[in-house]
């Protein structure tokens, strides 16, 4: 039951976006992504099962994990000034992974 109402979650905001894209307000459709849906999922079923001290660390690492996002949108931001878009979205992709492992990496070795 859990994982129906975790992808009945995930649908909706598909949804949702989708509708948002639409409207003379679709920039707002790059904010929904952003809401809380899988860090509240996580975050409960990390205080549930290590404790709020692990919580603690989790979300200190979420705010580290900002930086990937925003080499993301900088890195899309340039690339679709000189690429087709399925091109400048796998290279944001790719900025993304990249930036995703450093930070993966210094927080193994580092914290």
Known sequence: MGLFI???????VVLIIGILAKTKNYYIAG?????????LIAHYIVASERGIEALRTTIIFGMWAIIPYFLYLLSLWYFIGMMRLPLALGGAVVCWCLSAWVLIFCWSRFH
């Not at 975790?6 to 909706?12: E, F």
């Not at 929904?32 to 899988?38: E, I, Y």
């Open 31 to 39: 904010l929904l992504p952003l809401f809380p849906t899988f860090a």
């Open 6 to 12: 975790k992808a009945a979650i995930g649908a909706l």
